[in-house]
């Protein structure tokens, strides 16, 4: 009787042990996998190739003028819940790191050096003034163009003035936007940068000049540089799409990169505010940056007024109508969302997105100024992924005060987290759009999903006669058709077949939207007897 009792005791201790050696080993992998998961992010790349970080922007300048409080997540917000690791999609269950994975890069890295035989900037001729137009992005690009335009006409460049009489009425210089010093000193072995005409200039004689869209390297040497001959100044009235996009030499080429991805880089105030929000974002996990051009001043522009009521088309169309600068006032809104010319809805980003089998509980940072409609036009995209995010709920309104008001610099805000982010999706193909894509390229090909307009909307026409429901086949559709739009590795697009003279031009990919193959060269694997070539 006792053995039997003894016997008993030894059976219940050792289905303990076993039950506390499971547990241990059970709570071991959950707590690998949760850190896994925490610890996905972008790919890290060359130092030099990325935005710079709170420490070599000088972050602790800031402290004089405003402390950012860096955080896991703003004061006033809940920590949302992570995504699972698997989904239930339309296809089926769904590996959720693919849908993170980014595109192979094909060994593509930044190429920006300029050649053997360049040289330091040749004696100054005299002034080159700019007068920038346009949004952030536009003017980004004409900045970048009109450095390489300096260098061809052997100009000095004063510091680029940007556009105050645009839509957006925005009031920011140079230096409010952009890191002004850096610029300069960025840019000392292409061409001379100074921040001021020099007073003695003030009433030296000085030309106007309209440059011509997407002019060659001809055009500038011949044209605008015999211009010195008659002017110490010149100034450029507008600067937009003013360069070729092919057929410039290799060294303007790779400047105009090295412009726009090392030299222009963001004020300090304004990249330790963008850090601090991309900081904010990752405390819920890998996000996506939806663009949603889905603005008052873009919906007039374009003049579409799909799912919009008569009220809100026709204050759009009076937009228009008033607006001077914008030449074309009479467009049919039908014809235009037929050729995929219309900026995807928030309802319509919402069923494409499930589509492509991104989880209710995926975090989206909203890239955007004013939704038009505010809630009233976001609510189906909202209950469907309930962690939208945007600069206005990630900060304090004390620490956007610095910005608010200023549509430059709130933009640029939003085209940091962009960059940053895990996945980029534009509702609409615009500057913002083409810009953030091209560095994103130029960063190691991060993931970029370019919604296919003109097919999609044939497919949302569907759902909304009833004759295609959401789901698997609808998914398949969707998933095919994006395939090889999500940013990997290709040779800019030229010109269409058959078009001439400037809608030639017109039809080409932009410059800054793709810089391979001027910016980014394919890296061969090194053998036995040669170490890495670029080609």
Same mark, same amino acid.
């Given at each position: 009787?006792?053995?039997?009792?003894?016997?008993?005791?030894?059976?219940?201790?050792?289905?303990?042990?076993?039950?506390?050696?499971?547990?241990?080993?059970?709570?071991?992998?959950?707590?690998?996998?949760?850190?896994?998961?925490?610890?996905?992010?972008?790919?890290?790349?060359?130092?030099?190739?990325?935005?710079?970080?709170?420490?070599?922007?000088?972050?602790?300048?800031?402290?004089?003028?405003?402390?950012?409080?860096?955080?896991?997540?703003?004061?006033?917000?809940?920590?949302?819940?992570?995504?699972?690791?698997?989904?239930?999609?339309?296809?089926?269950?769904?590996?959720? =790191?693919?849908?993170?994975?980014?595109?192979?890069?094909?060994?593509?890295?930044?190429?920006?050096?300029?050649?053997?035989?360049?040289?330091?900037?040749?004696?100054?001729?005299?002034?080159?003034?700019?007068?920038?137009?346009?949004?952030?992005?536009?003017?980004?690009?004409?900045?970048?163009?009109?450095?390489?335009?300096?260098?061809?006409?052997?100009?000095?460049?004063?510091?680029?003035?940007?556009?105050?009489?645009?839509?957006?009425? =925005?009031?920011?210089?140079?230096s409010d936007v952009f890191d002004e010093d850096h610029?300069?000193?960025?840019?000392?072995?292409?061409?001379?940068?100074?921040?001021?005409?020099?007073?003695?200039?003030?009433?030296?004689?000085?030309?106007?000049?309209?440059?011509?869209?997407?002019?060659?390297?001809?055009?500038?040497?011949?044209?605008?540089?015999?211009?010195?001959?008659?002017?110490?100044?010149?100034?450029?009235?507008?600067? =937009?799409?003013?360069?070729?996009?092919?057929?410039?030499?290799? =060294?303007?080429?790779?400047?105009?990169?090295?412009?726009?991805?090392?030299?222009?880089?963001?004020?300090?105030?304004?990249?330790?505010?963008?850090?601090?929000?991309?900081?904010?974002?990752?405390?819920?996990?890998?996000?996506?940056?939806?663009?949603?051009?889905?603005?008052?001043?873009?919906?007039?522009?374009?003049?579409?007024?799909?799912?919009?009521?008569?009220?809100?088309?026709?204050?759009?169309?009076?937009?228009?109508?008033?607006?001077?600068?914008?030449?074309?006032?009479?467009?049919?809104?039908?014809?235009?969302?037929?050729?995929?010319?219309?900026?995807?809805?928030?309802?319509?980003?919402?069923?494409?997105?499930?589509?492509?089998?991104?989880?209710?509980?995926?975090?989206?940072?909203?890239?955007?100024?004013?939704?038009?409609?505010?809630?009233?036009?976001?609510?189906?995209?909202?209950?469907?992924?309930?962690?939208?995010?945007?600069?206005?709920?990630?900060?304090?309104?004390?620490?956007?005060?610095?910005f608010a008001n200023h549509a430059s610099q709130m933009?640029?805000?939003?085209?940091?987290?962009?960059?940053?982010?895990?996945?980029?999706?534009?509702?609409?193909?615009?500057?913002?759009?083409?810009?953030?894509?091209?560095?994103?390229?130029?960063?190691?090909?991060?993931?970029?999903?370019?919604?296919?307009?003109?097919?999609?909307?044939?497919?949302?026409?569907?759902?909304?006669?009833?004759?295609?429901?959401?789901?698997?086949?609808?998914?398949?559709?969707?998933?095919?058709?994006?395939?090889?739009?999500?940013?990997?590795?290709?040779?800019?697009?030229?010109?269409?077949?058959?078009?001439?003279?400037?809608?030639?031009?017109?039809?080409?990919?932009?410059?800054?939207?793709?810089?391979?193959?001027?910016?980014?060269?394919?890296?061969?694997?090194?053998?036995?007897?040669?170490?890495?070539?670029?080609?």
């Amino acid at each position: 009787m006792q053995k039997r009792s003894r016997w008993r005791g030894l059976v219940v201790l050792r289905r303990l042990l076993i039950g506390a050696i499971c547990s241990i080993a059970a709570v071991a992998l959950l707590s690998v996998h949760v850190h896994v998961f925490l610890s996905s992010k972008v790919p890290d790349f060359s130092d030099s190739y990325k935005l710079p970080t709170q420490h070599e922007i000088g972050f602790q300048r800031l402290s004089t003028e405003r402390k950012w409080v860096q955080e896991l997540a703003p004061p006033h917000l809940s920590k949302a819940p992570l995504p699972s690791r698997k989904l239930d999609g339309a296809s089926g269950i769904l590996d959720l =790191d693919k849908l993170w994975k980014p595109p192979q890069n094909r060994d593509f890295v930044p190429c920006v050096d300029p050649g053997a035989n360049y040289t330091s900037p040749a004696e100054s001729q005299g002034y080159l003034l700019v007068h920038t137009n346009g949004g952030l992005n536009q003017m980004r690009a004409g900045i970048c163009d009109m450095v390489a335009v300096a260098r061809i006409i052997n100009a000095t460049l004063v510091i680029p003035e940007l556009d105050k009489r645009s839509f957006w009425q =925005d009031s920011s210089n140079f230096s409010d936007v952009f890191d002004e010093d850096h610029f300069i000193s960025a840019l000392a072995y292409d061409v001379k940068v100074i921040k001021k005409l020099p007073k003695e200039l003030a009433t030296a004689p000085r030309a106007v000049k309209h440059f011509r869209s997407w002019s060659g390297i001809d055009y500038y040497q011949n044209e605008i540089a015999s211009m010195w001959a008659d002017y110490q100044v010149i100034r450029a009235a507008k600067s =937009d799409s003013r360069l070729a996009n092919n057929n410039l030499l290799p =060294d303007i080429q790779k400047l105009r990169c090295r412009a726009c991805y090392e030299a222009l880089r963001f004020a300090p105030q304004i990249e330790a505010m963008g850090k601090l929000l991309v900081d904010r974002m990752r405390s819920y996990g890998p996000y996506i940056a939806l663009h949603l051009r889905y603005e008052k001043d873009m919906l007039a522009f374009s003049g579409c007024t799909h799912d919009l009521s008569p009220a809100e088309a026709e204050e759009l169309r009076m937009i228009r109508e008033n607006t001077a600068y914008w030449k074309v006032k009479g467009i049919d809104s039908r014809e235009q969302r037929a050729k995929g010319y219309c900026p995807l809805t928030p309802k319509e980003v919402g069923i494409f997105l499930m589509a492509l089998g991104y989880p209710s509980s995926t975090p989206i940072y909203i890239a955007a100024g004013e939704i038009y409609g505010g809630d009233s036009h976001m609510a189906d995209l909202q209950s469907r992924y309930p962690i939208l995010m945007s600069k206005e709920k990630l900060a304090s309104i004390d620490e956007l005060e610095p910005f608010a008001n200023h549509a430059s610099q709130m933009a640029a805000l939003d085209y940091i987290v962009s960059v940053e982010s895990d996945v980029f999706i534009p509702s609409y193909s615009g500057n913002m759009a083409r810009a953030v894509e091209g560095h994103r390229r130029f960063l190691g090909h991060r993931k970029t999903i370019s919604p296919d307009r003109k097919a999609l909307v044939h497919l949302f026409d569907k759902i909304e006669r009833g004759s295609l429901k959401e789901g698997k086949n609808l998914s398949n559709k969707i998933m095919e058709l994006h395939r090889k739009r999500q940013g990997s590795p290709r040779k800019r697009k030229g010109p269409i077949s058959g078009t001439k003279g400037m809608d030639r031009f017109r039809s080409e990919e932009a410059f800054y939207v793709n810089p391979i193959p001027d910016c980014l060269c394919h890296k061969e694997p090194p053998d036995m007897n040669t170490s890495i070539i670029i080609r």
